[in-house]
């Protein structure tokens, strides 16, 4: 089953646009596609910066 999207609005350079369109054609997977990929590259790279789940050792060893 697909998961739920929600629609946002993101500003591109005219040359992304051309090289995402081209993407496309040649591979007929969405831009959107790649748009999600891209954000997951950068949240990936960015791990470390974003909250994560508390441990349950709270002894402060």
């Known amino acids: 089953m697909a998961r739920k999207k ?9 040359e992304q646009n051309e090289q ?16 999600r990929e891209g954000i997951d ?3 990936a790279k960015h791990r470390d910066e974003l909250p994560g789940q508390l441990t349950l050792d709270t002894s402060g060893d």
Request: zero cysteines.
């Open 6 to 14: 929600i629609s946002t609005t993101v500003y591109i350079t005219p």
């Open 20 to 35: 995402l369109k081209l993407l496309h054609e040649r591979t007929k997977v969405p831009v959107a596609v790649y748009i």
């Open 41 to 43: 590259l950068v949240l």
